[in-house]
């Protein structure tokens, strides 16, 4: 948990804004595979990512906030797949790639951070990178090299830092300017020129993180993909604190009871947004509640999620329980979108913690029936 000084210090900076985020990851997923991404707004991806692990243990430990993802080691990988494919879903233009990370195995060799396995987008150190790092195949053409971006040792070292403890690493392409800066821990450390057309990401897939042709050795947090260049101030509120945003989840469920689906309204759960909500949508006639807790692991730390309802009446069959109830708010719906205020207070110890939430529907027409939504993880931040 970061100090109460900077929190403070965060407040006054301009909170990022999510709109254009494309994959975000919190790495919170404890008891399932599935990795919520929390990119906000209609850019972002379209799916979860998913965990694969061969780690003899957990693969998640504490991170910068909150989980991370840990890193692999010598025969085995701790990894996450996006569903993301550069040569289908290019990324082109103004480009923001963040994350924490640490030195999780010491090694000499070749390491790949992340990367597109059957293409050629990857970043690494070792090697060519030296102690420092390396992107292969990300913008059009620059003054560096061709398609190609590096962050010198002589400029970084990034592994002495990493061996220490959390360090944040980003990279921001703008076209206009035909600029793409490394930034380190919140402050631009080199700028590269010459990007004409800035970001080109055109590769065949998957995108993972941890992993591109062999398992990184280090461990992950906060990773973040934007489809804007972020500002130096948005840099600097990256590197000090975790990142707003919210995603649905299931569990691995399949399939749920009803039509109902919950959402959130498109804004960011920043600290202190008065505006931020959530919109219940069902064709239903009938009562709905919302139910908000801290797990999607558990119930009261007694019953494991997700939970089959239908094991409790035969009229919520087919319906799963996918957040903890600890708190249940709810009203009437008539055939209609449910406007829910969720107004997140400007408290800065609330940032980093994470609400789980799911919506529950009983009609009355067309017919009497439970329905349950999906799940919505809600990120608090900055």
Known sequence: MRS????????????????????HYKFDSGCTSEVINYATGPQALGANGVLETTAPVSPWIAGRFGAALDGGGSGYYSRVRSGWNPGTQPLTGDLTIAFFMKEATATTSLNYLMGAPSGGFRLFTNGIAGRGLYQREIVTT??????????????????????????????????????????????????????????????????????????????????????RAYSPTEMMALALAPHAGDGAFSSG???????????????????????????????????????????????GGLVPLPFDAGTLTPLAAGCWLL?????????????????????????????????FTQGVVL????????????????????
């Open 4 to 23: 109460l000084f900077s929190s403070v210090l965060v407040l006054s900076l301009v909170p990022a804004a999510s709109a254009q985020d494309f994959i």
């Open 142 to 227: 620059s003054s560096q090299g061709n398609r190609d971006l590096s962050l010198p040792a002589t400029v970084t070292d990034v592994q002495t830092l990493a061996a220490a403890g959390w360090v944040h690493i980003a990279i921001v392409i703008d076209a206009t300017a035909q600029t793409a800066d490394w930034y380190v821990n919140g402050t631009s450390v080199l700028q590269v020129t010459g990007v004409v057309g800035g970001a080109n990401i055109v590769l065949a897939g998957p995108f993972t993180v941890g992993y591109y042709s062999s398992a990184s050795y280090y461990a992950f947090d906060e990773f973040l993909i934007s489809l």
């Open 253 to 299: 469920i399949a399939s749920q009871c009803g039509t109902s689906t919950l959402a959130g309204n498109g804004q960011a759960p920043t600290i202190g947004n008065a505006g931020y909500g959530l919109v219940l949508n069902s064709s239903a006639t009938g009562a709905w509640a919302l139910n908000v807790g801290g797990s999607r692991c558990s119930i």
């Open 323 to 355: 957040a903890d109830p600890a708190v249940s708010v709810g009203g009437a719906v008539a055939s209609g979108p449910v406007q829910i205020p969720f107004a997140i207070p400007q408290d800065p110890q609330l940032g980093g913690a994470v609400l």
């Open 363 to 382: 009609s009355f027409a067309p017919a009497n029936a439970v329905e349950a939504t999906h799940g919505l993880a809600i990120g608090l931040g900055y």
